[in-house]
């Protein structure tokens, strides 16, 4: 079972007490966009084996939501940061880095 530590209060929580949000570090269209843009937005999203950031919400404790980096085959979770983060910090970063070096980053 997934385990994350929710950034906002501190607890180590099991998934059935989170609500899946998607994929984190998007660039979200809205009013005045092109159709393209927005069903791209709506639609088209990363499904990747390996390291992915999602959103996530602490639905049954804080109700805050929150950004998580994991890897989707082996459910290894790198860490955990505040959803008003614009990019992964430096420390979740290096530590993909020390268990995947061949990893490339947000793309």
């Known amino acids: ?13 099991e998934e059935t007490e989170l609500a899946p949000g998607g994929e984190a570090h998007l660039k979200r269209f809205g009013p005045g966009s092109s159709d393209a843009e927005f069903e791209g937005y709506l639609f088209a999203r990363k499904n990747p084996r390996g390291v992915h950031f999602e959103r996530w919400r602490h639905a049954y404790g804080c ?17 955990t940061y505040p959803a008003q983060t614009t990019e992964p910090p430096a ?17």
């Open 1 to 13: 079972m997934l385990t994350l530590t929710c950034p906002c209060c501190g607890m180590t929580v």
């Open 63 to 79: 109700g805050k939501w929150f950004l998580a980096a994991r890897c989707t085959a082996t459910l290894e979770v790198f860490g």
């Open 91 to 107: 420390s979740i970063v290096a530590a993909i880095k020390a268990r995947r070096p061949d990893w490339e980053g947000l793309k």
